[in-house]
Nanobody, 126 residues
Framework: QVQLVESGGGSVQAGGSLRLSCAASGRTSSNDVKAWFRQAPGKQREFVAGINWNGANTNYVDFVKGRFTISRDNAKNTVSLQMNSLKVEDTAVYYC???????????????????WGQGTQVTVSS
């Protein structure tokens, strides 16, 4: 099992930026997919961005394209999400997740992911 710990959440005004980080420990996989999901109150958890094991492939949901960037540093076992031009509707708890058997695909279905962090709150005010 992989342990994931997120950091970097907080409160920011609309148009601002935040950078989320996720540190992995335990039985980390060398070919996993890491992803960020988010969940707003009363809503289902939704895929935000994913990155394959070497960073060569990424996948973003349409509403964050051009604003968010996912990256990973395998030497440090971290994955990051740089969030720019934040909107009020980006307010949610953000979760880091790992799919240890991705078979080369960055899945957007949260049920595919084996390990989850505890989440970090992002609040964007107008």
């Amino acid at each position: 099992q992989v342990q994931l710990v997120e950091s970097g959440g907080g409160s920011v005004q609309a148009g601002g930026s935040l950078r989320l980080s996720c540190a992995a420990s335990g039985r980390t996989s060398s070919n996993d997919v890491k992803a960020w999901f988010r969940q707003a109150p009363g809503k289902q958890r939704e895929f935000v961005a994913g990155i394959n094991w070497n960073g060569a492939n990424t996948n973003y949901v349409d509403f964050v394209k051009g604003r968010f960037t996912i990256s990973r540093d395998n030497a440090k076992n971290t994955v990051s999400l740089q969030m720019n031009s934040l909107k009020v509707e980006d307010t949610a708890v953000y979760y880091c997740a790992a799919d240890e058997h991705p078979f080369g695909v960055i899945y957007t279905d949260y049920a595919r992911y084996d390990s989850w962090g505890q989440g970090t709150q992002v609040t964007v005010s107008s």
